[in-house]
């Protein structure tokens, strides 16, 4: 039986030990392949164009182009560009924050064991589920931006799809939600694609913190 391509990852952070530790972390899986480094956000940049990884591994905070503005770059010069997760000391950082609204799938914490640090890999890999989805409510809760009315897209949402948003805040697969709604895993992906469509999102973390910033979540 032939066994799938490893997930490839690029590291980014200007601590090299960091890089040293993540890389022995990830290269002991057989499924995860360390494909580059990086010291600097330009340097990220540059590294992710070469080797084009499924995913990357983003410190936030970076001399010179920090991790926010080399996943703009990266976001918007690729046609299909790698999942990023942004690595970070604090939580609740703004930095992070603005990362996830940049487009970052979702952040990890330095101070994370191996085992997380492994599954958040596999988990954005596969981009059918949120990372993290509780800690992402407490950013959206502590930074989102007030709004004086909810947009356009809140009324364009079926309410079938204003099930499977709140799903997906949750964290939920498509599997698990097309168990919950007692519908097929196609409908589901159909549905998703939708949200993205009608939010103007890339993903389901953009998609998420979308519908916190409109007053969604919160009961819209």
Known sequence: MTRPAPIRVALADDERMVRTALRAILSAEPDLEVV??????AEAVSVVREVRPDVVLMDV?????DGIRATEQILATLDEPPRIVVVTTFENDSY???????GAAGFLLKRADAEALVQAVRLVARSDSL????????LAAEHARARPAPP????KLTRREREVLRHM???L???EIARRM???AATVKSHVAAVLAKTGTRDRTQAVIAAYEAGFLNGG
Do not use: Q, S
């Open 182 to 184: 007692e519908v097929g």
């Open 152 to 155: 356009a897209w809140v009324a």
């Open 96 to 102: 992070v924050y603005d990362a996830l609204r940049a």
């Open 131 to 138: 990372l993290f989805p509780a800690a992402v409510r407490t």
């Open 173 to 175: 697969t498509n599997a």
């Open 169 to 171: 805040a949750k964290g």
């Open 61 to 65: 905070r970076m001399p010179g182009t």
């Open 36 to 41: 580059g480094e990086a010291a600097t956000g």
